[in-house]
């Protein structure tokens, strides 16, 4: 992925954001710190390659290869950050007045509305993601989505 800019911050913003929704491991899923820390400094290297545009081609080719190796994982961590972010902005705004659902306000479809926007954003829209979406809120949804992959 090759991106263009006249604003270099722009540029560096974006490649930021691609890889830290593809590279999306937390310390809690390394065995050791130092493992981590690892993951970190080579995460930031391909990061900071692609910023200056050194061995580009590889460094695509090593982030495709992990994306498919790791693309469950990938679309759990996106998950859980959306679940995150959902349970944050619950308790910043309070219980909502009409609490059918009790989960502290956030209704089915917020939180839908929520993960579908992180998830989309890191480029996957694949049915596969509608299923992960449906288990997280724990619903049993018949709709077949497949008119949603790109």
């Known amino acids: 992925m090759v991106v263009s800019s006249s604003n270099p911050h722009s540029k560096e913003i974006s490649i930021r954001r691609r890889i830290a929704s593809i590279f999306n491991k937390r310390e809690e899923d390394f065995l050791s710190l130092k493992e981590y820390n690892d993951y970190l400094e080579e995460v930031e290297d391909m990061t900071f390659n692609l910023i200056e545009g050194?061995?580009?081609?590889a460094i695509e080719a090593k982030i495709a290869e992990?994306?498919?190796?790791n693309h469950d994982q990938i679309m759990i961590n996106r998950a859980r950050k959306a679940e995150e972010l959902a349970?944050?902005?619950?308790?910043?705004?309070?219980?909502?007045q009409n609490d059918s659902d009790g989960?502290?306000?956030?209704?089915?479809?917020?939180?839908l509305k929520i993960l579908?926007?992180?998830?989309?954003?890191?480029?996957?829209?694949?049915?596969?993601?509608?299923?992960?979406?449906n288990q997280i809120n724990g619903?049993?949804?018949?709709?077949?989505?497949?008119?949603?992959?790109?």
């Open 54 to 57: 050194i061995d580009v081609p």
């Open 87 to 96: 349970a944050a902005q619950a308790a910043s705004k309070g219980p909502a």
């Open 66 to 69: 992990y994306e498919k190796e």
């Open 103 to 111: 989960d502290g306000g956030i209704t089915q479809m917020i939180r």
């Open 139 to 150: 619903k049993a949804w018949s709709w077949d989505l497949e008119f949603y992959r790109l």
């Open 116 to 133: 579908w926007r992180n998830m989309l954003w890191g480029g996957f829209k694949t049915s596969n993601t509608i299923w992960l979406v």
